[in-house]
């Protein structure tokens, strides 16, 4: 009786400690300015891509390359927000249309062998979507490791652009 006691007392301090937070709605948060940060920032995953966004630092002695690399950086992650986006809406419509047409009456769901058709259908006929996607998945991230690399190179060997 006593340990009950002790677990009620905790869950609620926890339940009111959630509901008594200062902290602000994650939709009334403005992004900070990537000038004012000392640091690439992460913020928490999008509800439909499931992708983290990330404000890139703007370092004020940024050089030109660096510039490139931090803007092919953002431009990248825009690509694969909105693949993600799109991707996982078309999945989301979809499974709720098979859901629609496949739930048996006096159901809430089916079993993981019963959705495994849905998730077979909509791979097969994604298929070139994604081997589309992972071609330039791949293509990008080459390219900006190399840009990396050369940025890395440069500040090692204290190598100024060339204007």
Request: glycine share 2%; no cysteine; proline share 4%.
């Given at each position: 009786?006593?340990?009950?006691?002790?677990?009620?007392?905790?869950?609620?301090?926890?339940?009111?400690?959630?509901?008594?937070?200062?902290?602000?709605?994650?939709?009334?948060?403005?992004?900070?300015?990537?000038?004012?940060?000392?640091?690439?920032?992460?913020?928490?995953?999008?509800?439909?891509?499931?992708?983290?966004?990330?404000?890139?630092k703007?370092?004020?002695?940024?050089?030109?390359?660096?510039?490139?690399?931090?803007?092919?950086r953002?431009?990248?992650?825009?690509?694969?927000?909105?693949?993600?986006?799109?991707?996982?809406?078309?999945?989301?419509?979809?499974?709720e249309?098979?859901?629609?047409?496949?739930?048996?009456?006096?159901?809430?769901?089916?079993?993981?062998?019963?959705?495994?058709?849905?998730?077979?259908?909509?791979?097969?006929?994604?298929?070139?979507?994604?081997?589309?996607?992972?071609?330039?998945?791949?293509?990008?991230?080459?390219?900006?490791?190399?840009?990396?690399?050369?940025?890395?190179?440069?500040?090692?060997?204290?190598?100024?652009d060339?204007?």
């Amino acid at each position: 009786m006593q340990s009950n006691r002790i677990v009620t007392k905790s869950a609620r301090s926890l339940i009111l400690a959630r509901f008594n937070t200062t902290t602000p709605n994650a939709n009334s948060v403005q992004a900070p300015k990537p000038q004012n940060i000392s640091s690439d920032m992460i913020g928490p995953p999008d509800p439909v891509s499931n992708l983290r966004r990330i404000i890139f630092k703007k370092s004020s002695e940024e050089t030109e390359l660096e510039k490139k690399y931090r803007k092919l950086r953002a431009e990248v992650q825009d690509w694969n927000q909105n693949f993600w986006t799109q991707h996982n809406s078309r999945f989301f419509k979809e499974r709720e249309a098979y859901l629609k047409n496949n739930l048996p009456e006096g159901k809430s769901n089916l079993t993981a062998d019963e959705m495994s058709v849905f998730y077979k259908a909509f791979l097969d006929k994604n298929w070139r979507t994604h081997l589309y996607y992972n071609k330039e998945w791949y293509r990008k991230n080459v390219t900006l490791l190399v840009l990396a690399l050369q940025v890395k190179l440069r500040r090692i060997f204290k190598i100024k652009d060339s204007k």
